[in-house]
């Protein structure tokens, strides 16, 4: 009998061995920087799970282009002095009688700090089948370029330039560029093909080369970086903080307790800038940055696993050195977990969508701003909607059951 108690107490031991061991497994933190450099010299692509991918010079291009083949976005480098401005007094015409008088008026354009598709050549757009640069062709499915801007690159030229024209099924570009009194033109076809593990590949417009810098867009969850923000939420600043990859979504909990963990409590945002900025301030007495306190975001990453994340320091330009610490609060990433409740089709869309749900309750579709564009009372099964109200763009399905709270990303066509 003795024999068999000291059994059961030793399997016990075990046993509870196991669980308290798994528990911590569970709970354990990471502490983590990422480095930019004096200066914020680099980009840091930065993954949840196994830490910096690449730090990359962020002084290197220009202008980048988005390499998804049914993608128009083009974006500056603007958070490194890179503006753009369109020319307000013609069309494509005007090519080579371009007048830049009074250009200090001209309203400069950045990229949109919500979603990468929003590139500073984009934020004229009308939406589909108006680009901002440049018109779909229904036809040939090519972006036609229909609009004429001016640069001020990382150097401090002054290039006049003209998106020529997007070969979609190619997804090559091809654009123009030129000193304002249109010497030294440049007529450039990039083919994005050879890029399409990446987000962007950049170009640079004073040596005319291709910029081949991200590492592959599967590989990394944060970036790192120095960018256009909105200080106030109106007035355009150049800010340092942390963007978030294409596709990837996250959330933010203010104020919580530093254990807080419920991470499904709200809606998943797909912003580039969920994280963003904002969570430090210079101190111009003690001339240090005092970070957030109850601050915690929460992100799914590219490894399929949620992480909590929140900040514990910054140097600032120094050294450029972020510190954080970062914690995996979930096995299984938000697309997974939401497809057991939610499941989106066709996605693209164009046209309508269906979606099927196991769950009676409230869908809420909103726009990457948070405003709700259409509100549908769901119940168990398949339900086709139609996308004719819809601007094509970036939505955010969100799926209200009792306390339970359901996301999913949509793109409109």
Not at 162 to 175: D, G, L, P
Not at 251 to 261: M, T
Not at 266 to 288: L, N, Y
Request: glycine letters at 8%; one cysteine or more; charged letters at 15%.
């Amino acid at each position: 009998m003795k024999k068999l108690f000291s059994f059961f107490f030793s399997i016990t031991l075990l046993l509870s061995s196991f669980v308290f061991k798994s528990e911590v497994l569970a709970q354990t933190i990471t502490n983590d920087s990422a480095v930019m450099g004096a200066g914020y010299a680099n980009d840091v692509y930065y993954s949840l799970n196994t830490g910096t991918v690449v730090a990359t010079d962020a002084s290197s291009y220009d202008i980048a282009f988005y390499t998804t083949i049914w993608s128009a976005a083009i974006i500056t480098n603007d958070g490194r002095g890179v503006t753009l401005w369109a020319y307000p007094s013609g069309d494509t015409t005007a090519w080579n009688s371009m007048d830049t008088t009074g250009l200090s008026t001209w309203p400069p354009l950045y990229n949109g700090i919500d979603s990468w598709e929003t590139g500073a050549f984009n934020r004229n757009s009308k939406g589909h089948p108006d680009y901002g640069w440049g018109v779909y062709n229904t036809i040939t499915h090519d972006v036609e370029g229909d609009s004429l801007f001016v640069v001020k690159t990382l150097n401090g030229d002054y290039k006049k330039m003209w998106i020529v024209v997007k070969h979609s099924a190619e997804n090559t570009y091809e654009f123009r560029y030129a000193n304002l009194d249109g010497s030294n033109e440049q007529v450039v076809e990039l083919n994005c093909m050879p890029y399409v593990s990446k987000n962007f590949v950049g170009f640079n417009l004073t040596t005319g080369q291709v910029v081949d810098r991200e590492p592959a867009k599967d590989s990394w969850d944060l970036l790192f970086t120095k960018y256009m923000g909105l200080y106030g939420g109106t007035t355009p600043y150049p800010v340092t903080g942390v963007l978030n990859n294409v596709g990837s979504v996250a959330n933010r909990f203010y104020p919580v307790a530093p254990d807080y963990s419920d991470w499904s409590a709200q809606p998943f945002s797909t912003a580039r800038e969920v994280i963003g900025w904002d969570w430090k301030t210079f101190d111009m007495g003690t001339f240090t940055y005092i970070v957030a306190d109850s601050l915690i975001f929460f992100d799914s990453t590219k490894a399929g696993n949620i992480q909590k994340v929140w900040f514990t320091g910054f140097s600032g330009s120094s050294s450029g050195k972020f510190y954080f610490s970062r914690q995996v609060v979930s096995g299984t990433g938000i697309a997974e977990w939401a497809r057991e409740a939610l499941a989106v089709w066709p996605n693209p869309a164009a046209g309508s969508f269906s979606f099927e749900t196991d769950e009676d309750g409230l869908l809420r579709i909103t726009d990457l701003s948070g405003r709700d564009v259409m509100r549908l009372q769901t119940t168990t099964g398949r339900q086709t909607v139609s996308t004719a109200g819809l601007r094509a763009g970036i939505y955010l399905l969100n799926l209200e059951s009792g306390a339970k709270r359901f996301s999913q990303r949509l793109v409109v066509r």
